[in-house]
C-alpha cells in the first residue's frame, strides 16, 4: 500500500487507530469522560480530515473509492459518531460503562459505516458492513445489568449472523459468475446470454435477503423493535441511523453499476418496497412504546428509501442521499431526547410516563415533537422535503401505484407521530420529574433541533452539495 | 481444474443448507452459531472452487479474510454466550422472549 493511498485513507485510519489507541490507553487510565471527550475529538478530527484534504488517488487497494461521494459520507458518519458519543457522555456516567471500551467501539462503528459508503468492490462492502456490525453486537447488549439489553443483543447476534451467511454467500456466486469483485465488473455475469447468469442472479438474490435484514425490511424485520427497545437509546440512535444509512449509501453505486439489469429486479423491489410501507405503518399504529414506535417507523422509513433507490436517474439518488440526512437528524435527536430523560433504573419509553411532560421539561418536549413531525413529514420540517423528494421521483420514473402507496402511508403515520405529541401536552395531569439534561445533551439536541428546522425552510444548499458529490453517470 | 466448478457448487449450496436448517431448527444457541459456521464455510469452499475456476487469486485472498471476520464473530458470540448464561442460567432461546408487541 503506498503512501498516497495512506493519506487518502486518512479519516478511516484516525477513527480505527485512534480507537485502538483509546482502547490500549484505557487499560491503564479508566476516566470515562476523558475518553468519551477524545472520541469525540477524534471523530471530529476525522470529519475535518475528510472534508480538507485532497486524495490523490481514485482508489485504495481496489477496495474503497475516494470519490467526492464517499468523502461526503465519510464526513456525515464522522460527525454521527461524534455526536452520538457527545451525547453518551452522562448515559455512560449513570449506567457506569466502561468508558475506552464504549468509546473505541463507537469510533470502530464509524470507521466500518465510511468505509462501506466508500466500497467499490465487493470485498470492502462485505468488511464495511461486518465491521460495524461486530461492533453493534456487543454495544447493544453493553448495558450489563440490563436483561432486556442481553435480549435484543441475543437476537441482533442471531439475525445478524444469519444474514452474514446470506451475504458472503451472495458475493461468493455474484464472484463465481463473473470472476471479479471489483463493481462494474462484477455485473458483466449478469447480461442477457451469458451462460452463468443464472448463478449471478442467485448471488443478487442472496444478496438482496441480506441487505433487507440489514436496514430491515419488511419479511427481514423482526429483530427491529425488540433491538431497538433493549439497546441503550444512544446505541440504538447510531443503529438506526448509521448502520442504516449507510447501507443505503452503499446501494446507490451498486445500483448504478447494474446498469440495465436494475429494471429487471425492479418487480421484486417493488414488493419488498410495499409490503415495507404498509406492513411498517400497521404495526405502529397500536404501539404505546416510544422506542418500539420508532422501529416500526424505521421499518416503513425503508420503505421510502427503497422507492427512492428504484427510481434511480439523479433525481432519484439526490432525493434518497438528502433522506437519509434529514431522516438521521431527526432519529439522532429522537433518541437524543430518550437518552437525556434516562436514569439508573430505565429509559421513559411508555407513553404513560410522558403525560403531561411538555409543562415540566418543556425545551426538550419540544424538540422531540419538532424530530417527530419532521419523521411525518409536516412541511416548516425537513422531513417534508425528503418525502417530497422521493415521491416526485417515483412519479417521474412511472412509479405511480408505488407512490400512491406511499402517500397514504405517509398520510396514516400522522396518527402514530402524533400520538406522543398528543400525550406530552394535552394531558392536564402533572408528571412526574425525569433527568435534568447536561449541557452536552442539549447541545446535540440544538444540533439536531436547529437542522431540522434548516433544512425544512431551506434546502437548496444542501442538494445541491449532494448533486454534486453523487457518482455521475 | 480437476474437480467440475459444478461439483463444488452443488456440494457447497447443500452444506449452506444443512447449516441454515441448523439455524433455524436448534434452540440451543451454541448450536445456532454451529450451523452459522457451517453457512460460512459453505462460502469459503464456493470462493476458492471459483478461484480456481478463474484462475485468479481473489477469490482465495476473499477467504482469508473470511477466516478473520469469522473468528472475531465467533470470539463475540462466544462471549455472548457466557455473557447470558450468566443473567438466566440458561443458553436455550427461549428463555430470551420477554419483549413483546
Known sequence: ?473 | MIVPLEHVLFLSTILFILGLGCVLARRNLIMILIGVEIMLNAVGLTLVGASAFWQQVDGQIMVIFLMAMTSAEVSISLAMVVYLNRRKGTVDVRAFDEMRG
Not at chain 1, 445489568?145 to 446470506?166: H, P, S
Not at chain 1, 435477503?209 to 439497546?231: C, E, R
Not at chain 1, 410522558?354 to 415540566?360: A, D, E, M, V
Open chain 1, 1 to 473: 500500500m503506498s503512501f498516497a493511498e495512506l493519506h487518502a485513507l486518512l479519516p478511516q485510519l484516525i477513527l480505527a487507530l485512534g480507537a485502538t489507541a483509546v482502547l490500549m490507553l484505557g487499560a491503564w487510565w479508566p476516566s470515562r469522560s476523558c475518553w468519551i471527550l477524545s472520541g469525540v475529538g477524534l471523530a471530529f478530527a476525522a470529519a475535518i480530515s475528510a472534508g480538507l484534504l485532497v486524495p490523490s488517488v481514485a482508489e485504495i487497494g481496489g477496495m474503497f473509492s475516494t470519490a467526492p461521494y464517499a468523502r461526503f459520507f465519510t464526513i456525515l458518519w464522522s460527525l454521527l459518531v461524534g455526536l452520538t458519543l457527545l451525547l453518551s457522555l452522562r448515559y455512560a456516567e449513570t449506567h457506569r460503562f466502561a468508558g475506552a471500551e464504549y468509546t473505541s467501539l463507537v469510533l470502530f462503528a464509524g470507521a466500518g459505516m465510511s468505509l462501506l459508503s466508500a466500497a467499490s468492490s465487493l470485498v470492502g462492502l462485505f468488511l464495511g458492513l461486518e465491521a460495524f456490525t461486530l461492533v453493534l453486537y456487543v454495544l447493544i447488549a453493553f448495558n450489563r445489568g440490563d436483561t432486556i439489553g442481553a435480549e435484543a443483543g441475543l437476537k441482533y447476534l442471531v439475525m445478524g449472523a444469519v444474514a452474514t451467511g446470506f451475504l458472503a454467500f451472495g458475493i461468493a456466486l455474484i464472484y463465481t459468475s463473473s470472476g471479479s469483485f471489483h463493481l462494474p465488473e462484477a455485473m458483466h455475469g449478469l447480461q442477457q446470454g451469458d451462460h452463468m447468469r443464472p448463478l449471478g442472479l442467485a448471488g443478487w438474490a442472496m444478496l438482496l435477503v441480506a441487505i433487507g435484514f440489514k436496514v430491515s425490511l419488511v419479511q427481514f424485520h423482526l429483530w427491529t423493535p425488540d433491538v431497538y427497545q433493549g439497546a441503550p437509546a444512544p446505541v440504538t440512535g447510531l443503529l438506526a441511523t448509521g448502520s442504516k444509512g449507510a447501507v443505503f449509501a452503499s446501494l446507490i453505486p451498486l445500483f448504478a453499476a447494474m446498469g440495465a439489469l436494475a429494471g429487471e429486479l425492479n418487480s421484486v423491489l417493488a414488493v419488498l418496497a410495499t409490503l415495507s410501507m404498509v406492513g411498517g405503518t400497521l404495526a405502529a399504529l397500536p404501539q404505546r412504546n416510544l422506542k418500539r414506535m420508532l422501529a416500526y417507523s424505521s421499518v416503513v422509513h425503508m420503505g421510502y428509501l427503497l422507492l427512492g433507490l428504484m427510481s434511480g436517474g439523479a433525481d432519484g439518488q439526490r432525493a434518497v442521499v438528502f433522506y437519509i440526512i434529514v431522516y438521521g437528524i431527526a432519529t439522532l435527536g429522537a433518541f437524543g431526547v430518550v437518552t437525556s430523560f434516562s436514569r439508573a433504573d430505565g429509559e421513559p419509553q411508555d407513553y404513560e410516563t410522558f403525560h403531561g411532560l411538555g409543562y415540566r421539561h418543556p425545551r426538550r418536549c419540544i424538540a422531540l415533537s419538532a424530530f417527530l413531525l419532521s419523521l411525518a413529514g409536516i412541511p416548516p420540517m425537513a422531513g417534508f422535503f425528503g418525502k417530497f423528494g422521493i415521491f416526485h421521483a417515483a412519479l417521474k420514473s412511472d412509479h405511480q401505484v408505488l407512490a400512491l402507496v406511499g402517500i397514504l402511508t405517509a398520510l396514516v403515520s400522522l396518527y402514530y407521530y402524533l400520538r406522543p405529541i398528543i400525550v406530552l401536552f394535552m394531558q392536564e395531569r402533572p408528571a412526574h420529574e425525569l433527568r435534568r439534561g447536561w449541557i452536552h445533551e442539549f447541545v446535540v439536541l440544538a444540533v439536531c433541533f436547529s437542522l431540522v428546522l434548516l433544512l425544512g425552510i431551506y434546502p437548496g444548499p444542501l442538494l445541491e452539495l449532494i448533486g454534486q458529490v453523487l457518482p455521475q453517470p
